[in-house]
T-cell receptor, first 118, second 111 residues
Framework: GAVVSQHPSWVICKSGTSVKIECRSL??????MFWYRQFPKQSLMLMATSNEGSKATYEQGVEKDKFLINHASLTLSTLTVTSAHPEDSSFYIC??????????????FGSGTRLTVV | GQNIDQPTEMTATEGAIVQINCTYQ??????LFWYQQHAGEAPTFLSY????GLEEKGRFSSFLSRSKGYSYLLLKELQMKDSASYLC????????????FGRGTSLIVHP
């Protein structure tokens, strides 16, 4: 089945630094990738949608200059949290869509990244 | 957009049956997903309903009523490992086709 690999699983960084999170589709070409953020006991909130080779579409309220998304190939999308602050601490999850029709209707999630900004 | 409502938390006993409800409001409906999410992990797909009725898959079943904007996930023969958050997600018929997630229902299964 389709597999999406997300790295790192967890990261701790100092306030003011930048962190890059990678999302790779391992056995299919992901035409579209989605980035979500989830705070404790909260819903998955869509941050942005990225299509290979074009600019990401950000949801309302998400700062595009702070959360940089690059989808340079059909198998890799990256999310860079720039100048991270403690309030950016959250669980970030990517989801990829593409490949042959599957039972889950094409939304395959990565394993998530726990970001802690100190 | 969608407005999705599900209970925050439920508890049940091992071996029992539990029903988790989800109500939604959307301008155009194009499918409802149920996902299971263990703490610190990504969601895993459980079911997808787009037509009214019951979809059964092993111990898990999902029901949809489009006219009522209502779905439920039914878990039978509960096991301790079923303790997790269960997310209801609705996809609208707009151009994006991206599911919007509810807050999730935290299910605690006790012996």
């Amino acid at each position: 089945g389709a597999v999406v690999s997300q790295h790192p699983s967890w990261v701790i960084c100092k306030s003011g630094t930048s962190v890059k999170i990678e999302c790779r589709s391992l056995d299919f070409q992901a035409t579209t990738m989605f980035w979500y953020r989830q705070f404790p006991k909260q819903s998955l909130m869509l941050m942005a949608t990225s299509n290979e080779g074009s600019k990401a579409t950000y949801e309302q309220g998400v700062e595009k200059d702070k959360f940089l998304i690059n989808h340079a190939s059909l198998t890799l999308s990256t999310l860079t949290v720039t100048s991270a602050h403690p309030e950016d601490s959250s669980f970030y999850i990517c989801s990829a869509r593409g490949g042959p029709p599957k039972e889950d209707y094409g939304y395959t999630f990565g394993s998530g990244t726990r970001l802690t900004v100190v | 957009g969608q407005n999705i409502d599900q209970p925050t938390e439920m508890t049940a006993t091992e071996g029992a049956i539990v029903q988790i409800n989800c109500t939604y409001q959307t301008s155009g409906f194009n499918g409802l997903f149920w996902y299971q999410q263990h703490a610190g992990e990504a969601p895993t797909f459980l079911s997808y309903n787009v037509l009214d009725g019951l979809e059964e898959k092993g111990r898990f079943s999902s029901f949809l009523s489009r006219s009522k904007g209502y779905s439920y996930l039914l878990l039978k023969e509960l096991q301790m490992k079923d303790s997790a958050s269960y997310l209801c997600a609705v996809r609208d018929s707009g151009g994006s086709y991206i599911p919007t997630f509810g807050r999730g229902t935290s299910l605690i299964v006790h012996p």
